[in-house]
């Protein structure tokens, strides 16, 4: 991926020809490691190739069709679900290629062992049966999937700490909170006391379980919020992948009264207009939300039927551009038609299988063109659409009508005049980033020296103006900490995110942008 930081610093000195020589036979190295380890074993050799070309067959029909193994089917649903049984570790790679201990998540096994720590190398992993995973040889990809499968409860990790030192240590899976699926609220708290939410996926409840999904959890978090007296409310979706396109309809619901939110077309069904069925709004402040290129599916989907609705000021870049829907079936299920998800614990495999597009109430369609923002914030780096993928399908609209009554006219000139303004007057947020898509031709340089050169100009344009002070204290609650079961893991997952927000320059439009909305309607 063509993409840096924004506090990235590119040194030359760091890619000496010595460095740039150890770093092509580290690659070297890991390569043939992992292409031996693979050959070395006929049963994981078969299964790779197998895998291998279903996923690019699956392709071919569209991106979003998929194969999935069994561990890719317990890595799917641990991301779009608010629980899962984890060891408490992320994982990463270090400058060497190795797979290293990113993050300890507070209060999970490998936190609460108290022998391990962040840049710890992973040497290998040794199940219960003896079988073991050698990690010197796996891809970053194949070891989080392989933690996360549900033959893998209970292992002996072979660490090697900073100083050498080698341990084994013995952990077991527990049952923890998904940290990028909770739903934490916080309140801005400046000129007006602003909530903010960021809602990472649209998870739901795979196991028809008491816990709910997202729709619920964002309900229970805004009728907090509202106890504050927050005079507004930024919802961010920022990388929000999508998910269950149903909780989607039920955040919707949340801010318009009834009426239709979208269409829905698929395979085995009449085209049905998806409706809000429950009279009332939850939250009828002023409401801003915040998206990017990365924001796709469902999230797109809440976006545009908030701004068909004229219910809220969409404010960022444009969106991804995916307006299809998929259903996953166990591989071997020939007659399976009712749309839903499928775990069946006997299955060995299963397909994610594009069934259906979705639309705007209006009809039209945000496939490869994605939603546009009424407020436009420049993207740093390089925009991944929908577009760029070679077998996506086309734009297509629908003529079936679907009835609703929108808000009023927001002020979409008035905020958009204003926050060009703060773009030449404020340096909290950048307008002078840069993104590919504004350069009609782009000449990439690929020497060294050279392309370090290019890097800093292009993506680092006037970043050296220092962090800029946010326009509000961020502040949480107790109710907030109450998600977390353990009080210092709540503590430092709350902290961190505080600080985020804090220095966030998206955060600080946004909040400028709900000022200037407060300020029109008084």
């Not at 609650?477 to 109450?482: I, K, L, N, Q, V």
């Given at each position: 991926?063509?993409?840096?930081?924004?506090d990235?610093?590119?040194?030359?000195?760091?890619?000496?020809?010595?460095?740039?020589?150890?770093?092509?036979?580290?690659?070297?190295?890991n390569?043939?490691?992992r292409?031996?380890?693979?050959?070395?074993d006929?049963?994981?050799?078969?299964?790779?190739?197998?895998?291998?070309?279903?996923?690019?067959?699956?392709?071919?029909?569209?991106?979003?069709?998929?194969?999935?193994?069994?561990?890719d089917?317990?890595?799917?649903?641990?991301?779009?679900?608010?629980?899962?049984?984890?060891?408490?570790?992320?994982?990463?790679?270090?400058?060497?290629?190795?797979?290293?201990?990113?993050?300890?998540?507070?209060?999970?096994?490998?936190?609460?062992?108290?022998?391990?720590?962040?840049?710890?190398?992973?040497?290998?992993?040794?199940?219960?049966?003896?079988?073991?995973k050698?990690?010197?040889?796996?891809?970053?990809?194949?070891?989080?999937?392989?933690?996360?499968?549900?033959?893998?409860?209970?292992?002996?990790?072979?660490?090697?700490?900073?100083?050498?030192?080698?341990?084994?240590?013995?952990l077991?899976?527990?049952?923890?909170?998904?940290?990028e699926?909770?739903?934490?609220?916080?309140?801005?708290?400046?000129?007006?006391?602003?909530?903010?939410?960021?809602?990472?996926?649209?998870?739901?409840?795979?196991d028809?379980?008491?816990?709910?999904?997202?729709?619920?959890?964002?309900?229970?978090?805004?009728?907090?919020?509202?106890?504050?007296?927050?005079?507004?409310?930024?919802?961010?979706?920022?990388?929000?992948g999508?998910?269950?396109?149903?909780?989607?309809?039920?955040?919707?619901?949340?801010?318009?009264?009834?009426?239709?939110?979208?269409?829905?077309?698929?395979?085995?069904?009449d085209?049905t207009?998806?409706?809000?069925?429950?009279?009332?709004?939850?939250?009828?402040?002023?409401?801003?939300?915040?998206?990017?290129?990365?924001?796709?599916?469902?999230?797109?989907?809440?976006?545009?039927?908030?701004q068909?609705?004229n219910?809220?000021?969409?404010?960022?870049?444009?969106?991804?551009?995916?307006?299809?829907?998929?259903?996953?079936?166990?591989?071997?299920?020939?007659?399976y038609?009712?749309?839903?998800?499928v775990?069946?614990?006997?299955?060995?495999?299963?397909?994610?299988?594009?069934?259906?597009?979705?639309?705007?109430?209006?009809g039209?369609?945000?496939q490869?063109?994605?939603?546009?923002?009424?407020v436009?914030?420049?993207?740093?780096?390089?925009s991944?659409?929908?577009?760029?993928?070679?077998?996506?399908?086309?734009?297509?609209?629908?003529?079936?009508?679907?009835?609703?009554?929108?808000?009023?006219?927001?002020?979409?000139?008035?905020?958009?005049?204003?926050?060009?303004?703060?773009?030449?007057?404020?340096?909290?947020?950048?307008?002078s980033?840069?993104?590919?898509?504004?350069?009609?031709?782009?000449?990439?340089?690929?020497?060294?020296?050279?392309?370090?050169?290019?890097?800093?100009?292009?993506?680092?344009?006037?970043?050296?103006?220092?962090?800029?002070?946010?326009?509000?204290?961020?502040?949480?609650?107790?109710?907030?900490?109450?998600?977390?079961?353990?009080?210092?893991?709540?503590?430092?997952?709350?902290?961190?995110?505080?600080?985020?927000?804090?220095?966030?320059?998206?955060?600080?439009?946004?909040?400028?942008?709900?000022?200037?909305?407060?300020?029109?309607?008084?």
């Amino acid at each position: 991926e063509c993409m840096l930081s924004n506090d990235s610093v590119l040194n030359v000195e760091d890619f000496s020809a010595q460095k740039r020589n150890e770093a092509k036979q580290n690659i070297i190295k890991n390569e043939i490691c992992r292409l031996e380890s693979k050959i070395s074993d006929p049963e994981s050799f078969e299964k790779y190739v197998h895998s291998a070309y279903l996923h690019s067959v699956a392709y071919a029909f569209d991106p979003h069709t998929d194969y999935f193994s069994g561990e890719d089917m317990d890595m799917f649903e641990s991301m779009l679900s608010k629980e899962s049984s984890t060891f408490g570790i992320s994982l990463a790679v270090d400058e060497n290629y190795r797979i290293i201990i990113d993050k300890l998540i507070p209060g999970g096994p490998a936190w609460d062992s108290e022998l391990l720590n962040e840049e710890d190398i992973i040497l290998k992993v040794e199940a219960e049966n003896g079988q073991q995973k050698n990690f010197e040889c796996i891809k970053l990809i194949d070891a989080i999937i392989y933690l996360a499968s549900e033959e893998l409860n209970k292992a002996t990790f072979h660490i090697r700490k900073k100083n050498g030192k080698e341990l084994k240590v013995v952990l077991e899976k527990e049952v923890l909170s998904v940290e990028e699926n909770i739903i934490n609220s916080f309140i801005l708290k400046g000129q007006d006391d602003i909530g903010y939410i960021r809602l990472s996926t649209f998870y739901a409840d795979f196991d028809y379980s008491s816990t709910g999904g997202c729709a619920e959890d964002l309900a229970k978090e805004i009728i907090r919020l509202k106890r504050q007296g927050i005079k507004g409310l930024i919802l961010d979706l920022r990388d929000n992948g999508g998910g269950a396109l149903g909780e989607a309809v039920k955040a919707a619901g949340l801010f318009i009264d009834f009426g239709a939110v979208g269409i829905l077309d698929t395979r085995y069904d009449d085209i049905t207009v998806l409706k809000d069925s429950d009279r009332g709004i939850l939250f009828n402040e002023p409401l801003v939300l915040l998206m990017n290129s990365a924001s796709a599916s469902a999230s797109e989907f809440l976006a545009a039927a908030l701004q068909d609705h004229n219910r809220a000021v969409i404010a960022g870049s444009r969106s991804f551009g995916k307006s299809t829907s998929q259903i996953i079936l166990p591989i071997d299920a020939y007659n399976y038609f009712n749309g839903f998800a499928v775990d069946d614990p006997d299955a060995e495999a299963y397909i994610k299988l594009t069934t259906g597009v979705f639309f705007r109430v209006t009809g039209k369609s945000h496939q490869k063109e994605g939603v546009l923002p009424d407020v436009e914030l420049s993207e740093n780096g390089y925009s991944y659409n929908e577009s760029d993928l070679s077998t996506s399908m086309d734009n297509i609209s629908t003529e079936k009508k679907a009835w609703f009554k929108p808000f009023n006219e927001l002020p979409l000139k008035m905020l958009n005049e204003r926050s060009k303004a703060r773009f030449k007057t404020e340096s909290s947020f950048n307008p002078s980033i840069k993104s590919f898509r504004n350069e009609e031709k782009l000449t990439i340089p690929l020497g060294i020296h050279t392309f370090q050169e290019f890097a800093n100009s292009f993506f680092f344009e006037g970043s050296e103006k220092g962090e800029e002070t946010a326009p509000y204290e961020v502040s949480s609650f107790d109710f907030t900490r109450s998600t977390y079961t353990d009080e210092n893991s709540s503590n430092e997952i709350i902290n961190d995110a505080s600080e985020n927000i804090s220095k966030d320059r998206y955060i600080f439009e946004a909040y400028y942008i709900m000022n200037d909305l407060i300020d029109y309607y008084k």
